[in-house]
């Protein structure tokens, strides 16, 4: 069994390639700069002794989508979509440049390889694909709705993949990690209650894999404090400093 | 991240902020900040070495590189921690060369502390078995051995991280046949008994003495001597023989929440000392055990600092050079009389070392738990003066308090660590609330507005 972790630099994915190689899957691992997964590579040989390779990976670069999928030695039984971008969200107000890349990254990026990886699963009738994406995506906040928004979008991508995959025996799951103690986070001041480590989310996302969960929400309250804020009356949501 | 730290001591607690880096070019981009930093690994220091106003988490630079089955040789960054390298190494025949009582701690402390474990009298400290190692100094990286940039490699290995941060160390393993340890148990009436008992004994690899140092008269340092050997196959049980590498099972029990402080008093103390020493029924018990209770008992209790209450504790551990005994039964009398009880009372020997700034020398180590309360910091300076007076020195690893001028006393090469720091760690790049107060990083007018940060600690002490 072989995982592929797309966007395998984040302090997330080496927690994933983790969990999957304790779990006896090869690991391959793909980023944009692959100087830095050698450690990486050499680590989940040496602690799991499972097969781990490095790949380059643009997500922004879809023209090269299918050749990059194409060239891995072996197709993955399960593909995550770790990659993503949070940005700065007031730059991107008025520079397309950051806004841009925040779209790209998280949205299109994520759709342009999902689904050269979906077309393969769909004809071969088996396959897993796995979407890290936001909680952030549920309703556009003052504060981060240029992420936000992409990762709605995912988050709908995914839905739609998910229902029309299934008549093809390919599951798809969406992972909505709450907030999360990493590197990307390290300048935020995080409630711990709500605040999963990321070795946390490996090991749900290992296990929700396993028993074809549909929606992962890692600390289960995340469900139902989006379940709230999406039930605010926009004329009282629009005054709020969220 | 602006966080609480407190090293495995929970005394001093400073506030500090705290960033973490997975590659070597985020920490380049941490190094560019103008404030001094200080790194710190998994917090199993006791004291306030790894405390700082800014620290450098090593916890998530944690790949291991390589690993030589056939000779040996290990090579990691410096987060990985000894529970995470024995989970590798231990199936396949090999073991650490040099252990603390802890798993608990990472590579680059181990270098840092320049660790010693039971067996120092035959294998010497963690430097010893270190073939070479990368340091981000303040003038970038620096690949350093014994052979190559020696100054530098010896300030490192226990220089508490003031020439800059450990980012890779490739060192030594030893073979093994079996994860086990064959170990032996000698009752010790008192003092002069354990020590007699340690020269008889020291052909052994690994040997320690518990002792129960609050008791008088003829039994004053009743103890008990624990010796041990890797185990040969053939010393193993039959069904201990079916897996001779087997690792031992993770299961662990936790102190939840730091306990209030009255609960060890002389009293618990001495009931605890008692029930340790009365289970062992006959003088000397013979068996064959795992690697885990015989190097890491207490590692079965997550988190058992707490058990010392909210003010913390300081452990206070120091050597005297082999022919100074009677200070060692000077100073654990003074701890006898003054009943401020020590729940650990851990003797070691240690065989010749003579290195730049590491702790080791040939001699008696002795380390004690404190709690911390009103009063123990001028009995440890008391204490200060006669280790010094017997010509020893403390552990920096365990220090919260020691006054800069015993420090600069017992150390003899401290004039050229200092020199040689001043070299790699240009404008104090790299300085901890210790290297100040040990005036490595700091002059003494600075002391005065480092006091204001030094407050969240002073306040806990009530």
Not at chain 2, 153 to 180: D, H, N, P, Q
Request: proline fraction near 4%.
């Amino acid at each position: 069994m072989t995982v592929l972790i797309l966007g395998a630099g984040s302090d997330m994915a080496v927690a994933l390639a983790r969990q999957f190689a304790a779990e006896k899957y090869d690991v391959q691992l793909a980023a944009r700069n692959t100087s830095f997964l050698q450690a990486q590579e050499n680590d989940l040989r040496i602690r799991y002794g499972i097969n781990a390779s490095s790949h380059a990976f643009d997500a922004v670069d879809f023209a090269s989508h299918p050749a990059f999928y194409e060239s891995l030695p072996v197709k993955p039984d399960i593909t995550i979509c770790v990659f993503g971008y949070l940005g700065d969200q007031e730059l991107g107000q008025t520079s397309w440049q950051e806004a841009s890349r925040i779209i790209h990254t998280n949205y299109t990026g994520a759709v342009s390889i999902l689904n050269v990886v979906a077309a393969d699963y769909a004809a071969r009738h088996q396959g897993t694909i796995i979407g890290i994406s936001s909680v952030a995506g549920e309703r556009g906040r003052q504060s981060n709705y240029l992420y936000g928004s992409a990762k709605a979008g995912f988050t709908a991508y995914l839905s739609g993949l998910r229902n029309r995959l299934f008549h093809n025996g390919v599951h798809v799951m969406t992972v909505q990690p709450g907030f999360v103690y990493t590197r990307m986070t390290e300048g935020l001041t995080l409630p711990p209650l709500l605040t999963a480590q990321p070795i946390d989310v490996a090991s749900a996302i290992v296990k929700a894999a396993r028993a074809k969960k549909n929606v992962l929400y890692v600390k289960w309250f995340w469900r139902y404090i989006m379940l709230i804020i999406k039930y605010i009356p926009e004329f009282i949501f629009k005054k709020l400093k969220l | 991240m602006q966080k609480r730290l407190a090293n495995w001591g929970n005394y001093p607690v400073v506030a500090s902020e705290e960033s973490t880096f997975s590659r070597e070019d985020q920490l380049q981009d941490l190094l560019h900040t103008q404030t001094p930093l200080i790194a710190r690994g998994n917090g199993r220091c006791y004291g306030d070495a790894s405390l700082g106003a800014h620290s450098i988490s090593t916890l998530k630079y944690d790949k291991v590189l390589s690993f030589d089955i056939e000779k040996g040789l290990f090579e990691c960054q410096a987060g990985v921690t000894l529970d995470q390298i024995l989970d590798i190494i231990v199936p396949k025949g090999w073991f650490l060369p040099v252990t603390p009582g802890t798993k608990f701690i990472t590579v680059g402390g181990a270098v840092a502390s320049d660790v010693h474990g039971k067996n120092h009298h035959v294998d010497g400290a963690f430097s010893n078995q270190v073939v070479s190692m990368d340091v981000i100094t303040s003038q970038g990286l620096i690949t350093c051995s014994p052979d190559q940039e020696p100054d530098l490699y010896w300030a490192t290995c226990g220089g508490m991280g003031l020439t800059g941060i450990i980012t890779r160390v490739l060192f030594r393993l030893k073979k093994v046949e079996t994860s086990y340890i064959k170990q032996k148990q000698i009752k010790a009436r008192n003092l002069d008994e354990v020590i007699r008992l340690f020269e008889e004994n020291k052909h052994y690899t690994y040997s320690v003495a518990w002792i129960d140092c609050l008791q008088k008269g003829d039994s004053f340092g009743r103890s008990i001597l624990i010796l041990g050997e890797h185990a040969a196959k053939a010393e193993l049980s039959p069904q201990q023989a079916q897996a001779p590498l087997q690792l031992p099972s993770k299961k662990k029990l936790t102190i939840p929440f730091n306990l209030p402080s009255f609960v060890l008093n002389t009293f618990t103390v001495k009931a605890f000392n008692w029930l340790y020493y009365a289970k062992n029924t006959k003088r000397e018990i013979n068996n064959v055990v795992s690697y885990e209770p015989f190097f890491y008992p207490l590692d079965a209790f997550l988190h058992w600092n707490r058990g010392y209450g909210k003010a913390g504790f300081v452990q206070y551990q120091f050597v005297l050079p082999m022919d100074q005994k009677q200070g060692l039964v000077e100073i654990l009398q003074r701890i006898s009389s003054k009943g401020l009880g020590s729940f650990l009372a851990v003797l070691k020997v240690f065989g010749q070392q003579d290195n730049l700034i590491s702790f080791p020398m040939e001699g008696y180590t002795l380390a004690l738990d404190f709690p911390v309360r009103k009063g123990l910091f001028e009995f440890l300076d008391e204490l200060d003066a006669l280790v010094l007076q017997y010509g020893g020195r403390l552990y920096l690893s365990k220090d919260a308090r020691m006054k800069q001028e015993v420090f600069w006393q017992s150390y003899p090469h401290v004039q050229r660590f200092a020199g040689i720091v001043k070299q790699y760690n240009r404008n104090n790049r790299f300085r901890s609330l210790q290297s100040d107060r040990l005036l490595l990083t700091a002059q003494p007018s600075e002391l005065i507005m480092n006091n204001e940060e030094l407050m969240i600690r002073e306040a806990v002490v009530k």
